[in-house]
């Protein structure tokens, strides 16, 4: 009966001990939602410094340092095929002092994992913000004869095989040209040639007749009139190549856009994720905020936090789909 007694006091102690530690935990989380924020806020990214999404994040982070009075500091966490940086936030204090600014390779590596294995999925990921979309382009030397998307096209149809220069069949430029060349009953051959660094010499060299690259990295080679700039791989024109059409206005259709956005782990409070949310949408429509993204070639790309979720839950499908019909999935 001693016994018995002392199993069943023993099981209620740890009940209500329980309790007693969720309680204090909310109390602390909701402490700090309320006063958030009280310290500097660390702002993860995934790629080194000086490129698309580092600059992006770096505009965004003092933008927001602005309105908070707080410090809103970039920390680059390389490596991983952009899973390190995600890592970090995973494993993150979901207290809103450690935020990722991530593209999609970081907030949906279950898709990519053909090409690589990450530590966590998007599940424990909480998107709060898209912010922005980068413009990966197709290009060709100034003096090609092809002066039009369609024209690559039309010469692809009668010259089968045409090398074009891309980052991977992992990427959104690669999704297109497969997508083109069934829908038009023409071939391509890929050319992997990693990022802009290495893509770009090798068109201006004659490598490659045609590549794709981040308008970012090629604006001054087409301002110098080196390359020509064909289509965006985007839904619509963005600001600052407004004579360039892009692949959605073509008629074809992207598996994903190529976004960037602000994203904390799975549990951080419903509060602290509208109190954020909100305010990246205050900035996302602030002139200055447009005119130094416009000034670093990124488009301001803002959807709330429910919408941000529904967008990658649909690029998740599509691009699960996409490389299911390519075989790029793991047996």
């Known amino acids: 009966m001693k016994t018995r007694r ?29 006063g958030y924020p009280d310290r500097a806020i660390t702002v993860v990214v995934p790629y080194s410094a000086g490129g698309v999404t580092d600059l992006a994040g770096r505009a965004l982070a003092e933008a927001m340092e602005k309105d908070l009075k707080q410090p809103v500091v970039v920390v680059n966490k390389v490596g991983g095929r952009a899973t390190i940086g995600g890592y970090a936030v995973v494993t993150a204090k979901p207290d809103g002092y450690t935020l990722g600014f991530f593209p999609i390779a970081s907030c949906l590596p ?15 990921l909480r998107p709060i913000s898209c912010v922005a979309g980068t413009a990966m382009s197709f290009v060709v030397k100034a003096d090609a004869p092809w ?61 490659v007749p045609v590549a794709a690259i981040d308008y970012s990295a090629i604006k001054s080679s087409v301002d110098a009139k080196k390359l020509k700039v064909l289509a965006t791989c985007t839904e619509k024109r963005v600001d600052f190549a407004p004579d360039v059409p892009s692949i959605g206005e073509l008629g074809y259709k992207l598996a994903y856009v190529s976004v960037l956005g602000l994203f904390g782990p799975k549990t951080i409070p419903d509060e602290l994720v509208k109190k954020i949310d909100e305010l990246v949408g205050k900035i ?31 690029y998740k499908d599509n691009m699960q789909a996409f490389f299911k019909e390519e075989g790029l999935v793991k047996k």
């Open 284 to 314: 996302s429509e602030e002139q200055e905020f447009r005119s130094r993204m416009k000034s670093i070639c990124i488009q301001p790309y803002y959807q709330d936090s429910a919408t941000y979720q529904k967008s990658l839950l649909r």
């Open 147 to 207: 002066n039009s998307f369609k024209d690559i096209v039309e010469f692809a149809r009668k010259n089968p095989g045409v090398k074009v220069g891309t980052p991977g069949k992992q990427t959104l430029p690669y999704m297109v040209l497969a997508g083109v060349g069934r829908r038009e009953k023409v071939s391509f051959v890929d050319v992997p040639l990693g990022g802009d660094a290495e893509t770009l010499p090798a068109v201006l060299g004659g490598h």
């Open 6 to 34: 002392r199993r069943i006091f023993i099981g209620l102690f740890c009940f209500f001990t329980g309790l007693c530690l969720v309680g204090s935990l909310w109390v602390e989380l909701h402490a700090s939602s309320s």
């Open 110 to 124: 279950e898709v990519l994992s053909y090409f690589y294995e990450a530590p966590y999925s998007s599940k424990d």
